[in-house]
Every structure is written in C-alpha cells, then in structure tokens.
C-alpha cells in the first residue's frame, strides 16, 4: 500500500502520525487541493510516472528522490520545464498545484527547510523557457547534487 493511500485512510479514521500531519500542514499552506491534485496526476502524469511516484519503465523515480532538485541551481525551474510538466494540458495554476503536492506526498523528507511552494506566475516563468534536451539537464543537475 502506498504512503499516500496509507494517509488518506488514517486521515478518515482520525489516526495521523506526525509525519502524516506534517504533511497536511504543508500542502494546506501550498493552497493544494489534495483530492484535485491527484485527479490531475491521475490523468497527465501517472501513465508514466505511476500511481506511486515510482516510475514505468525508463522513467525516473520521482517518490523519495524529486524534491533533492530543489536544493541545486537550476533544479527548481527543471521540475517545470521538463517537457512532461511544461505540455501538459493543465494551467499554470493546475500545474504548479500538481508539482507542489508531488513535492510534498512523495518527497517531504527531502524538501529544503522552508519549502517555498511553486506558484502560478513562477510556473508561468519557467515554462516560457523549455527545456531542449530534458535528459542531458537532468544529468547536469545529478552531477551537481553528487558534488553537493
Ligand atoms: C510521456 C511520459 C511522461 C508523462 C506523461 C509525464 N512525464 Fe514527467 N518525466 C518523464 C520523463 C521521461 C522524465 C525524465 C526527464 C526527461 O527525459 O524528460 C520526466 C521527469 C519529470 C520530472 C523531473 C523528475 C526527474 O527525476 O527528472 C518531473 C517533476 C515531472 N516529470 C513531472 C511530471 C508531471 C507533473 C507530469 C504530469 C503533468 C508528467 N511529468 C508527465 C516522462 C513523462
């Protein structure tokens, strides 16, 4: 079972744990709608990325991974650009929700402290500028992350 089905049914049963709280503060202080979020998951991402965050084949392992871009140069604009976010049929108020509650249900542990949220005018800024090689930016940003 996922983390995320794991928090949807401790959230209807009344039993959160602390990181599961932590969580929900998050995403109420991100303005995500949980339910939208995933809906909209649901429908433009997970054929690729999977329900879990963990990927379908050659597709990269978002879940306890995605949020370690946030911490190199360059990172924060890249989970925007890269093609899957950027043309996607989603406005950029959709988009930046859908990022932010990836963020934050996959990857909490590694957010920087504080999390600054994605908004709309920033997603609008950063899909201005696609990315043309989406696979060579990644490496570039893992090989920054390495050296740390
Ligand atoms: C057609 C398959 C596909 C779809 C649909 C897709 N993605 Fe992706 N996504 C990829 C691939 C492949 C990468 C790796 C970078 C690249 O080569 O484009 C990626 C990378 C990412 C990354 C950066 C994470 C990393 O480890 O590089 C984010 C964030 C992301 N996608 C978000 C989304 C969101 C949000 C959606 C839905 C709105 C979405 N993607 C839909 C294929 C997809």
Redesign the pocket.
């Known amino acids: 079972m996922t983390s995320r089905l794991l928090m949807l049914l401790s959230i209807a049963t009344g039993a959160v744990t602390a990181d599961e709280s932590q969580m929900i503060t998050a995403l109420t202080a991100a303005n995500v709608d949980p339910a939208q979020a995933r809906l ?2 649901m429908l ?2 997970q ?3 999977a329900v879990d965050g963990r ?1 379908l084949n ?5 879940a306890d ?2 949020g370690k ?1 946030l911490a190199v140069d360059g990172g924060r604009a ?3 650009r ?4 950027a043309n ?1 049929p ?1 406005s950029d108020a959709e ?1 930046a929700e ?2 932010n509650w ?1 963020l934050i249900t996959m990857s909490y542990a590694h957010l920087p402290e504080p999390f600054v949220p994605y908004t709309p005018s920033e997603v609008y800024t950063f899909r201005q500028q696609p ?1 043309t090689d ?2 060579a930016k ?1 490496q570039q ?1 893992l090989t920054l992350l390495e050296n740390g």
Not at 58 to 62: H, K, L, N, R, V
Not at 82 to 85: A, R, T, Y
């Open positions: 909209n998951y433009n991402c054929g690729c990325h990927g050659d597709i990269p392992t978002m991974f995605v871009f890249y989970l925007v890269v093609p899957g976010s996607a989603l988009l859908v990022l990836i990315l989406a696979a990644r940003l």
